[in-house]
């Protein structure tokens, strides 16, 4: 048995305690705290098992010493540590700030010593006290360690497991860069929540005032209830960082005060859809398991048998791959570029952050419009931090092939789905063509690029059929000096090589190969996105599978290069009408009409593989429904997705009762005909978007209901799919 010892049992302190008596026995506890109550408390609630009246006497025969006490006394209480600890004991903080802890340790030690190991979990409530002790405080949070070059690495071991075993994620960073990076995000806000409060109460109507007030100042002010000696002494040992944020604040807080005050509405909208924008990919940057539970972030569906048919006429959101190369062509234009239908999902606005942060004006989106004014090809700026790109991998791979022709060093960074997704793809082939660009060990984000480096074209034979690989290196092309050119292993969608020939940029496209010469200029444009065929995709199956359906699906892109999914649901027997066919700016556009029809298995060629791989978590619940045995190969590209796709369409549907085998490259499929039904069970999304809506469709012709976890990516290329699916007749509910 290990033995921690906790000093201060406040919220912190106490949850901690409650977390590691939850998970493990592993460990005893000692606590200390200054109120005899609290300490009282603590061993009745069973959160310790040993309690002291004295720092002295907690640090006793100490594996791990936890020092949770407001930054204020942290410096008294550390030199009661550094005497009576045992010189074994690993001593760590749970302090807000880094640099006033260590700069009071170097007080007393004259370095900062070895067995210390400076922390902080980024979890509170506005609650404290040992009565607020909450063992899931710190699950899925994140604790930034900030150890220094002498830290021992046994010590920074054992204190990144005493937080992984109460369920948080343990990350490392310099300690100057976590005061400034909490500054902007924790203690700022906690400044003005409670700088607004004290404000409005002043005012001799307060109480007026307080009884209107409705859920957005109850939102906004929340954490003006929180402890006010901890944050006075945040306030206080942060002083210089958030002194700059205040700073950054009041100055964009007078903009929008003269903004107001001259009645420039334009101006108001654009900060405020900037910060709307901004405020959706948050929520997916906290997607480390925190995506707030909303209709628009529903993290659990549940969907029963559809009695009646899938029905009715509907418009899915605009093309993922279209809106994000809308904004990366369109910032590099010469002019202003105006997008309708653009896909307002977390994905798409991750690539208009990223512009953003490279000093590129974009206004909207609203309702689908959105305005680029383009910068040119030379005109981005270098971003200030890392780029992060959320979920989305073709952000990342685009963006590689763009940055690694500029003239500054850039990073992308990306949740942790992405984190995992391989990048060499595109890092190898591009370092050919003279880019400096790293990836991690092995190979996945983040992708680093130093810029100033000069590009020469050169051929690239495609290992992968991977649009966003040939993307890239077009993309770089325009950087490069000479022809790039790129031939792909099998035909991959077009819109890279189509959009660019849009701004007015040639492409030369012989056979399997496409090329660009370097150095020209993109003419800005209009662009209108057409309706995601991958999205549709779930209503094809779904309306093909439930007996008395007849759907219309209005302004699908039906690109050559995108109807692998309508081919092989043809080749199944599938009721697909393609009406009013026609071309929308490039692209051929048509309305797809659905009835139900019985599905018959095939063996998918090959040859569609590329032109339906986002398709096939729903076609493998097509195949499902259908007559005999559906095989798929040469999909191995399935298995690097947002998930594994083969593994979770596997895992999930064997749960359901479905007799199916996973290949490397694919599935074997045993269908059950017209009768079949979903066994009723509970299923993993694994956080991917697409298998979390196949499951949906599965649910529809389930017996008793398909429930289905880790929905919240839905978000990232369809955010209104729970209320389109509802539309339709698909009886589906949300819930956390
Ligand atoms: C995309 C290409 C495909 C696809 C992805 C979007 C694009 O990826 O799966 O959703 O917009 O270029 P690969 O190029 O990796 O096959």
Known sequence: MKRLSVIGLGLIGASCCAAIKKRTQDWTIAGYSRTEATRQQALAKGLIDQSFDSIAGVVQDADLILIAVPMGQFLSVFKDVDVARNPESVVTDAGSTKGSVIRDIGSVCDSIPSWFVPGHPIAGSEQSGVDAANPDLYVDHQVILTPDTNTAADAIRLVSSFWETQGASVSQMDAERHDEVLALTSHLPHVLAFNLVHALSDDDEHLEIFRYAAGGFRDFTRIAASDPVMWRDISLANQHAILEGIDRFAERLNQMRDAISRGDGEWIMRSFERARAARTLFSSLTDQGAHPVTE??????????????????????????????????????????????????????????????????????????????????????????????????????????????????????????????????????????GAVITTSEDGTPPVKITGGKSLSGCHTDMQVASAQVKSALLLAGLYADGETSVTEPAPTRDHTERMLQGFGYPVQRQGATASVVGGGRLTACHIDVPSDISSAAFFLVAASIVPGSDLTLSHVGINPTRVGILEILKLMGADIEVLNAREVGGEPVADLRVRHAPLKGINVPEALVPLAIDEFPVLFVAACCASGVTQVTGAEELRVKESDRIQSMVDGLKALGVSIEGTPDGALIQGGGPEFRFGSGTVEAYEDHRIAMAFSVAGLMSDGGVIVNDCANVATSFPNFVGLARETGFPLTVSS
Do not use: W
């Not at 570029?337 to 994905?347: A, I, S």
């Not at 022709?405 to 082939?429: A, C, I, K, W």
């Open 296 to 433: 628009t972030h529903p993290s659990v569906f549940t969907i029963t048998e559809a009695h009646q048919g899938i029905r009715g006429t509907i418009r899915v959101p605009g093309d993922k791959s279209i809106s994000h190369r809308s904004i990366m062509l369109g910032a590099l234009a010469d002019g202003v570029t105006t997008v309708d239908g653009f896909l307002e999902g977390e994905d798409a606005i991750a690539t208009v952050q990223a512009f953003r942060d490279m000093g590129v004006q974009i206004d909207g989106p609203i309702e689908g419009r959105v305005t680029v004014h383009g910068v040119g090809c030379d005109g981005l700026k270098a971003p200030a931090a890392p780029l992060y790109m959320g979920n989305s991998g073709t952000s990342m791979r685009l963006l590689s092939g763009i940055l690694a022709g500029q003239s500054f060093d850039s990073e992308l960074t990306g949740d942790t789905s992405l984190s995992r997704r391989p990048m060499r793809r595109v890092s190898e082939p591009l370092a050919r063509l």
